[in-house]
Structures are given as C-alpha cells and as structure tokens.
C-alpha cells in the first residue's frame, strides 16, 4: 500500500512544480526595453547595490546594509533560480559634494539594476540623476527631504528624478507632526530654527515653519548654522535675545552633538522646549549625557504584527534575525523601511525578467513600471503605496522624550505623541 502511494505522491508533486514552473515561464515580464536591458547568465548573480553613511557612526553604523543582505537571504534567489549579489556597501557621505562620487561606484558594475539608498537626501540630490540617468532605480530608505519627491499636492520637487522611490516618509509630514506636538499639545506659541542649509535639515525646518505658522505660531528665528558650527555661541545668544518656548534644530547627528553641547553650556534655554528632527535618532547623539529631555521625531516604529508580504517574515521576527545575525538589535531608525525597500526591488526585477535558455533577461523599464503601479504593498512598516512622484512610505511620525542617556532603547520606547496623516 505504501509502496504504490509513494511514487503516486511523487508524479502529483513533480506536476504541481512543473505546472507552476510552466505558469512562471508563461507569465510575459513587464517593460518595452527603452531603458535598455541587462542579462545575467547561469551562475552569475542579478546584481543590485546598498548606498548608507556607516563611517564614524558607532553602534549600529553598518544596520541598513546588513537588512539589506538579510531581506536578501529571505527572498531568496531571482524566479528560484538567479541569485542577488549586493557587492560591497557604498558610504553615502552625507554630502552633495559626494554625489558624483558615489553615483560611479554604483554604476561600476554595468549589471547593476537596482540601488537601496541613499541614506542622506543631501547626497541623493546629486547621486540620484547620474544613477537614475543611466536607467537603474533607486529606492531610499531613510531620505525624508520634500526637494526630492513632490510638494504632496501633484507639484514635482526640485531635485525628483524619474527613477527615483522611498519608503521613508515626506518630511512635510514630520515637520506637521512637531508643529501640532509643540504647539498643539505643548502649547508653545513661539520658536527658533536652526539647519544647516542642506537639503535635508533646510527642507525639514521649512515644513515646520510652515505648518507652525499655520497653527497661528511665531518663528523668531530662522537660522543657518555654519558647517564647521564656529558661530555658535553667537548665534544662541541671538536665539536667546527671541525668548522663544521652543527650539527646534532638526540637524544631522555630528552638528546637532555640538549644537546641544554649546547650548548646555550657554545657560539660557533651560526653560526652553528642545526639539529635532531623525537626523539624531541614533546612539550616537542619544547617548550624549547633553541630549537628555529632548524631543525627537521620526519614523512610527509599531510596526505590530505587520508582516513583509513578499517573505512572509514580520517585523517581530525580523527584528530578532537581525539581532541574531549581528549581535544587536537595530539601532538605526529606518532598518524596516530598507527591508521593505530591498524586497520591492526584487520584486520589481522578478516582474521585469524573463528566462531566456540558460540566461535572465531583466527589462530596466519593466522594474520603473512595476514600481510606479506600488499600491497597497504589505510592508513591515505597513500599508506601501507608491505615487507618481516616488513617495511610497507612509506619513506616520512619533515623536519621543529622550530622557536616558544611558538607555537609548528604554528612550526609543518612550513615545510621547503619535501623528497620521
């Protein structure tokens, strides 16, 4: 009896595989070829690259690349057969002086299809059009600046580029999200901005005059800070002479460290609410003994029981991969959104390639097409869908009071407000 229903068993299970292997060859893959095409022989790999600052960052510095190679590891080989190659990470930078820079080592490999970064809008201002110009996609985790997508309202920005997604948030978002926090909630009918004139820290500062304006608020300053932050006692006794009840400094991490120490020193904020943006939610600024009772916004981390809809794995689970493979939980603020980022690529290659012999034949306008149809995509962080303009993160901020330095998680989990749009 079992004899003769083993081999029964089998033929049923040889049929269903070759009937799906059939179904898969039959389905025609998307794209007209006008971005070119890029064909990956049998034991090659589809090659795509990870763009992230991971320099001098301590704790957590290499995060986004190592979600990328575990988001990766759980899709799994290209139609079951092609497997994806990372290459070395490529540090963004954090400047546009690097676009260039970091725009050739992307496109080094002419294989390459597909790039997850960059980390900084600053740099994506300069390394997203060469990249993009060349016919690859690029889809950034953790870029926020509003100069990069659109306005919201159907205008493109400045800086978009067709070829160009997110998974992170609008920044216009996050600048509402403190506006309603400080003024709103904390009842805070004046504030001070400092940036630093970059795409990201000017764009975030911008949408928060904004919205704070709106909201029947006065700005009392509106200030640059220099790159090499030499001005800064001058500049917080301007601050000070505005008597503002907030200060918001959405910078990144290395200026906003000596901002908040110069204005320790300084003395005369201590009865000022004190705010940025998630340009510092790392442990690299949380854990300055100087950066207790700060405010900080960014991303909403409950990510509940969402689960990646192309893996299955959700983001309890991912999370404790991740601290299983690297030693630590993430630290990094925008670890889901490259996972999410990383599986919608792949996803992207898989519906723009097709098996020809032994090679795979990827069409670079099928994986655009694919990415500009994104809606309702089962993400870690949640419901993804993508506009016409790149924007395919959700507009979902939470905003913390960092109160331990010596406990930068315990402060991570202490969110004080929530806002949707």
């Not at 009937?19 to 990956?40: E, K, N, Q, R, W």
């Not at 220099?226 to 008597?243: I, K, W, Y």
Request: proline share 3%.
């Amino acid at each position: 009896m079992v004899n003769r229903l083993v081999p029964a068993a089998i033929s049923i299970l040889l049929a269903a595989l070759l009937l799906a292997a059939c179904s898969d060859a039959d389905t025609p893959a998307i794209g007209d070829g006008t971005l070119g095409t890029v064909t990956v022989g049998r034991g090659d790999s589809v090659q795509i690259r990870s763009i992230s600052s991971f320099e001098d960052m301590g704790a957590g510095a290499r995060d986004y690349i190592n979600i990328v190679e575990m988001a990766i590891d759980d899709y799994g080989p290209i139609h079951g057969e092609f497997t994806v190659g990372l290459g070395e990470g490529i540090h963004d930078g954090c400047s546009a002086d690097e676009g260039q820079r970091v725009a050739e080592a992307a496109l080094a490999d002419d294989g390459v299809v597909g790039v997850i970064g960059t980390s900084c809008s600053s740099t994506a201002t300069t390394a997203v059009p060469l990249i993009t110009a060349e016919g690859l996609v690029v889809i950034s985790m953790s870029n926020s600046s509003p100069a990069l997508t659109s306005d919201l309202a159907g205008t493109p920005a400045e800086h978009y580029q067709p070829g160009y997604y997110r998974t992170s948030h609008n920044d216009l978002y996050q600048g509402e999200a403190v506006s309603s926090f400080l003024h709103d909630t904390l009842g805070a009918q004046s504030a001070a901005i400092v940036h630093e004139g970059d795409a990201y820290t000017r764009g975030l500062a911008q949408a928060f005059r904004s919205s704070f304006e709106r909201s029947g608020g006065t700005v009392t300053d509106f200030v640059e800070v220099n790159s090499d932050a030499s001005d800064l006692a001058e500049m917080l006794t301007r601050l000070a002479a505005g008597n503002p009840d907030a200060l918001y400094f959405p910078l990144t991490q290395d200026t906003a460290a000596e901002f908040i120490e110069a204005l320790r020193r300084n003395g005369d904020f201590e009865d000022t609410v004190l705010a940025s943006g998630d340009g510092v939610l790392h442990d690299a600024f949380l854990a300055l003994d100087s950066s207790r009772g700060v405010f900080v916004s960014g991303p909403d981390l409950d990510f509940g029981g969402n689960a990646n809809q192309a893996t299955g794995v959700d983001a309890d689970q991912a999370a404790e991969r991740f601290s299983i493979k690297t030693g630590s939980p993430p630290h990094r603020a925008f670890w889901a959104h490259a996972y999410d980022a990383t599986t919608l690529l792949l996803d992207a290659v898989t519906a723009a390639s097709r098996i020809e012999g032994r090679e795979l034949v990827i069409d670079r306008a099928g994986i655009r097409q694919y990415l500009n149809q994104v809606a309702d995509y089962q993400g870690l962080i949640g419901d993804i869908n993508c506009d016409a303009y790149g924007d395919c993160g959700s507009g979902r901020i939470s905003i913390i009071e960092h109160l331990n330095p010596d406990d930068t998680l315990a402060s991570r989990d202490n969110v004080v407000f929530r806002f949707s749009p």
